[in-house]
């Protein structure tokens, strides 16, 4: 929610747009962007977890877990980086 919110005190002023126009707006970039970095994010996660990794390794009390994140977390930029550039290049987001 918080996101889509950015979004629309970004997107509604921008383009001058009436409330519901500026929310469907701010709802489709932030879905479509958050959706590709959680591809990413979540993948890394699995991959850590299911193959590289036991599940008793991968608990948040070691430290192996949050290097895993931080790898992951760079696989969602990864992932939601042609995205965003699609979303900006068809005026879906606005540059911020």
Not at 26 to 49: F, H, N, P, R
């Amino acid at each position: 929610m918080l996101g889509i919110a950015f979004q629309y005190f970004t997107i509604k002023p921008m383009r001058e747009v009436s409330m519901g126009e500026g929310l469907k707006a701010a709802v489709k970039a932030d879905t479509l962007s958050l959706t590709a970095w959680q591809v990413g994010m979540y993948g890394w996660m699995a991959i850590a977890l299911f193959i590289l990794f036991s599940p008793e390794t991968l608990r948040p009390n070691n430290p192996v877990f949050w290097f895993m994140m931080q790898i992951g977390m760079v696989c969602g930029f990864l992932t939601s980086y042609p995205v965003n550039w699609w979303l900006l290049s068809k005026k879906i987001k606005e540059v911020m």
